[in-house]
Each structure stands twice: as C-alpha cells, then as structure tokens.
C-alpha cells in the first residue's frame, strides 16, 4: 500500500469513467482482474503502456536490465548468434522479441552481431511484437538507422505470424509478467475468483468482489502445475494469481515457431514456491516512480501493474503444445556464462582517465548478476523442431541453476 509519507500519482480520470461505464454494463456489475488489468495498462489511449514511452527507465516508473547499459543486449546477442550456428546457419534467421519496451534490447543485439559476427547479421529477420502505439513509435525510431543500412525489421502483431512461419528464436524479457492475470482467493466456499467492481466513494472508483471462477482454464492451470489450494495446507484469504494469457500466448507462439528456440527472460519460481502457502499474498505488485506497492485499484492507467512468472507452467505449457525444454537457468549464471565476467575483469584491468564511468559500469554489471536482484530472474529456453544434432548444449545454460527451495 501506499504510506502516508509517499505523494499519490494522479487519477486518470478518462480512463476511470470508460472502466467504470464498462463495469456499470457488465453482467452482475464486475469484471475479471485480468479485464481490468488488462484496460489500465493496454486501454489504446489511456491505458498505461499505451499512453506514453517515458515509463520505463531511470527517469519513469522501473528500469529492466535494458537500462543498465548496453551488456544484457549485447551478451543475449552473443546467445543468439550460438543459436543461428546450431540450427545450420539459416537465412532468413528469424529474431522475434516480444514486448521490446523502448527498443534497447534489439539495438544492442544488432550492435553485437554486427560487430561480432558479421557473417550472421545479413541472415537475420528481426521481428517486433509490440503491443503500445507509444513504444512502438520510439523502437522504430531507434532501429530506423538500422534499417537503413538495410537490416529487415519488421513490427507485427503474433496474429499476422503465419503458423509455422518461424526459424530462429523468439525471446522476452519482462513481457510475461506484463500480461493480465487472473486473482483467486481461498474462501470458506472454496476457490473463488477476485473480480473488480464499483467503489463506493469518489476516492475510491474500484472495490474487490468475489465469485465463481470465470474460466475452467483456472482450475486446469493448477492442476497442470500440480497445486491444489485448499486447506489445511492453505490459510482462508489465501490469494494468488494465474497467468492465463502467459499460457495462451505460448500455445500461439509453439504454433508459430517451426524450427529453434524459445527464451523467456522474467522474474518468477517454479510452481512449488510461487503457489508456497505461506506466500499468502500472492505476487502481484505495482510500480509508480521506482517505488513499489500492492494497490491495483489505485490511479489507474497511472501505474504498472505486474506479476511474478510460474516457470513449471511454461513448461507444462509447452510440453503440451510440442516445445521441449531445453534448460533453465539464473540471469547472473545466464549472462556470466556469456562472457560478463570477461567484462568486469576487463574493467578492472583498463587503464581508463574517467574512473567514476568504470565504477558506474561496473556497478550495472554486477546489478545484472545481483543475486538479490535481477540475477535471480529465471531464464528459461525451449525448443521445437531439433533433431538431435542440433540438440547442442547452448552456452548460456552452461551452468545449472542454483538449488533454491
Ligand atoms: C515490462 S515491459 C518490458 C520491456 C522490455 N522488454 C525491456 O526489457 O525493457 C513489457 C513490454 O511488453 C509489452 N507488451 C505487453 N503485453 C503485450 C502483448 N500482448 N503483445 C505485445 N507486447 C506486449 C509492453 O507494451 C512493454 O513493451
């Protein structure tokens, strides 16, 4: 919750009146959280993501490993590239990344594979899937000198992706957290579903309801990932969420990938610790000027709102629609596998004049491997259509994860 001490973003008031309106119109008068979740960060002029490009980085509301520097892009570029060799060098090699934010990521890859492996380079088709008019507008921007120098890029929505139409790697950082998901709360009736209803006052448009679940694909998702929330092992108000979009979006893009990987970046546990009965709360978490809460009905389109990732249910997920899983692993292992530590000796060992640009730097690089912090995010790869030749061990999933309980 917010504190007394922290001052409040704005309401959005447009914004509140059409969910509202929305609600007012809706059968018993509520909507799913993952409706509403999905109007204040998606709504096409209001919504959070949507409205403006500015939210993310230093000076907005949360930074990604996009905004520690050019290394994260750099060293996935280098995974990538160990990617195009295993499947045989294809042409087109087929980059997807969805949900590229300001577009950081996908300049860094370009930049490496330029610089370090310009026989891969002209080979790939390097598609965006974007979903905020905002964000979009600033990544083509970005990658326009790219394009330029004749680089095809492409932006498109999953739905134009022909099935099968994808021969490389389709790969995310922080765009699973960023789908709606479902709330369910234990209740003396059983496992009900949290929907978002009118408020009572002016200051407060959005009060919680309870009801039926709004989709068996609730209840199958916790049984796919082998949880049953009831008691006694779970306390009454225990509260957690589903990602059913996650869950949808990996059943389109198995169908759409013929050949290669799939590599998910994001904060989250498998199973047995995301849906741990003392995590009673569930994940869910909004982010307002690098501050964080737990008040989703709180000025809405204004804040991010964000959930932590169930690993086992990707690969559930996958597994069922013909994805193998082929590793999953820790940011910080990820990405000292491909070379960070190579980095920070490197810094340690220049002779450079501007001593506090080394320090900054070598503070992002060890940011990106925190144990604490992003270096716990999971990163997890799939894969569709490789005979056991190119089942190769990939260099980013050298290191096995470390054991957490
Ligand atoms: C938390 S941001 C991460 C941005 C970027 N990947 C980074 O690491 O800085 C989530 C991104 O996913 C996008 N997004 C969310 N849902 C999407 C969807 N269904 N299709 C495409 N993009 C989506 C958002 O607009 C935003 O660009």
Redesign the pocket.
Known sequence: MFTSRMPLPPMESALTQRLQSAIAAAPDYRITFAEFMDWAL?DPQAGY?SASARQ?GPQGDFI???HLGHDFGELLGEQLAEMWHHLDCPTPFDIVE?????G??AADVLNQLARQHPQCLPAVRYTL????PA?MAMQQQRLAPWQRQGCEIRWCDLSEIAPDAVEGCIF????V???PVHRVVLTEVGLQEQYVTLGSTPDRPFAFTLGPLSDPAIADDLAMVGVQIAPPAYPLGYTTEVNLAALDGLAQLARRLRRGYLLTVDYGYPAHRYYAPSRSQGTLQCYWQQRHHDDPLYAVGQQDITAHVDFTALERQGERCGLTTLGFTQQGLFLMALGLGDRLSAIAQAKTADINQALRRRDALHRLIDPTGLGNFGVLVQGKGLDAAVHKPLKGWAVPPLTLV
Do not use: C, F
């Open positions: 998606y993501y993310l990604t490993a996009a969805l949900g590229p934010g300001q950081l990521i899937v974007e979903r905020s964000l995310s950082n922080e765009w957290d960023a789908l």
